[in-house]
């Protein structure tokens, strides 16, 4: 029988420990959108895509991210060493997923753009590739996030072996990567400096036809 959506168990790790150090003091997580934080924006979006579980690793201004998420059906998992780099925050946010699942997205906390649609679509490419073991998309030749991985892989990324999530990671693993070459931005997106913020408040401005 082939896996699909219905039979395949999702589970979602949502980075948001970083410093933000290009939005010149403030922290892109906590920026508005729409009358709430960016963080809370992209963890609705997650959820809203019927991901199983999903951990919200918190470092910088920690509680200020809690609070932004509190109400809302997920973990917050600390990671006291977000300083360390990306790596430490993905570890640590795997290690803390309770539940058995099949396939973990890595997901930035600051996808502005991202719709619940664009992981579903990342979820049926996973199961439409069962020979690769881990999903990137791109844009215009731009890698994008969020990525998808089996959960095979879950232990050693918990250890800090394997690396998922890092720039390098289709060219440690190039056999086990499928690059997807998404028809829209959304993947590709983020909001790490001022500009960038006012780029996207812009287009979202506009009508929806026109963010497609």
Request: with cysteine; charged share 25%.
């Amino acid at each position: 029988m082939t896996a699909d959506r219905s039979t395949t168990r999702f589970s979602a790790v949502v980075l948001a420990a970083g410093q933000s150090s290009r939005m010149e003091g403030a922290n892109k997580l906590l920026v508005d959108f729409g009358g709430e934080p960016l963080v809370r924006r992209t963890v609705r979006t997650v959820l809203a895509a019927g991901v199983q579980e999903t951990v919200v690793v918190t470092g910088w201004q920690g509680r200020e991210i809690t609070r932004a998420v509190l109400d809302l059906p997920v973990t917050v998992q600390p990671n006291l060493l977000w300083e360390d780099g990306q790596m430490r925050s993905v570890a640590a946010g795997v290690a803390a997923l309770a539940q058995a699942t099949d396939a973990i997205f890595v997901c930035p906390g600051d996808l502005p753009l991202l719709r619940t649609e664009d992981l579903q679509e990342l979820m049926d490419v996973y199961l439409a590739h069962p020979d690769s073991s881990i999903v990137i998309p791109r844009f215009g030749g731009e890698r994008g996030n969020p990525i998808v991985f089996a959960a095979a892989y879950a232990p050693e990324v918990a250890a800090g072996r394997r690396l998922i999530g890092c720039r390098r990671l289709a060219q440690q693993y190039p056999e086990e990567t499928f690059w997807y070459d998404a028809a829209h931005d959304r993947f590709t997106t983020d909001c790490d400096t001022p500009e960038a913020y006012r780029r996207v408040l812009e287009r979202l401005a506009q009508p929806a036809e026109a963010l497609t």
